[in-house]
């Protein structure tokens, strides 16, 4: 049996409490034949260095500090279009800095690729809740991936829809290059979904696959990256129906403050109720 090289490309900005567990995760995989490429993406923390570490320890990992990125590029693109340039893979694995993998997470992926003849394969992660504003949002946002992107419209030939996990996808390389790599989507926030709407519009064989088991991912941290997180998804749903913005706005809003707006009238009249009983 033939295994095809896989280069892992792992973008990270200031992801020191979570880039070790990543690389001991994605180290650890049972799949053979790999090369990881990790690129620290002008991090003002120790991310930098515990990459360095990890490189000098063991020959298949490569650490990239990333170049300034140029005009009209964000960052995390630019990073991965970086990695790229340094993989050697025939198949490329995007993943996340705050991902973890199961031992048999690339397995599994290639597993999918080569026995179903596919060129690129997303799967849906595990996502970890670890605040108490995210736990409030995930519902929301649960519905909105799992109406809008869902694994029966995305693996649809018929539909439209593509998107890509930025926790987990994997792609061929020619694919990847017919695409415009990530230069194609430079200016993008959420370069996943528009990449993986790239291969979709381009009639490459892509399927989405539950991968809760293989995958944990770590969707926000706190208020602010909750918000950086919501803003991501927001810009783009916006642009492309802004009724579809809106709906997701009021939602957020429900469940967030609404119960916070309506508790002082209902602590009075539940006082009024007490007292009319009396």
Request: proline residues 5%; contains cysteine; hydrophobic residues 40%.
């Amino acid at each position: 049996r033939r295994f095809p090289q896989v280069s892992v490309i792992v973008p990270a900005r200031n992801e020191e409490r979570y880039i070790a567990r990543c690389l001991d995760s994605l180290l650890g995989q049972d799949y053979p034949s790999f090369e990881k490429i990790a690129i620290n993406d002008s991090s003002t923390d120790r991310t930098g260095e515990i990459m360095k570490a990890y490189a000098a320890n063991d020959l298949r990992v490569i650490h990239i500090d990333a170049s300034p990125k140029p005009e009209g590029w964000t960052g995390k693109n630019w990073a991965c279009y970086q990695g790229y340039l340094r993989a050697r893979g025939e198949l490329l694995m995007f993943t996340d800095a705050d991902s973890k993998h199961l031992p048999s997470a690339m397995s599994f992926a290639v597993g999918h690729i080569v026995s179903e003849n596919l060129e690129a394969l997303t799967a849906v992660p595990r996502l970890i809740c670890n605040d108490f504003w995210t736990k409030m949002t995930m519902p929301v946002l649960a519905t909105f991936l799992h109406t809008r992107f869902s694994p029966i419209r995305v693996n649809d030939p018929n539909t439209k829809t593509g998107y890509f996990f930025g926790s987990f996808f994997l792609i061929t390389r020619s694919t990847y290059e017919a695409i415009g790599t990530h230069e194609g989507v430079k200016e993008e926030l959420v370069e996943d979904g528009a990449l993986g709407g790239k291969v979709k519009a381009g009639k490459f064989r892509m399927k989405m696959v539950r991968g809760e088991s293989q995958i944990d991912a770590v969707w926000a941290r706190d208020l602010h990256t909750l918000w950086q997180g919501l803003r991501r998804f927001m810009i783009p749903v916006y642009y492309q129906d802004k009724a579809d913005a809106y709906m997701m706005v009021v939602a957020v809003f429900f469940i967030l403050f609404a119960p916070f707006v309506s508790l002082p009238y209902l602590l009075v009249a539940n006082l009024v109720g007490n007292l009319s009983s009396t």
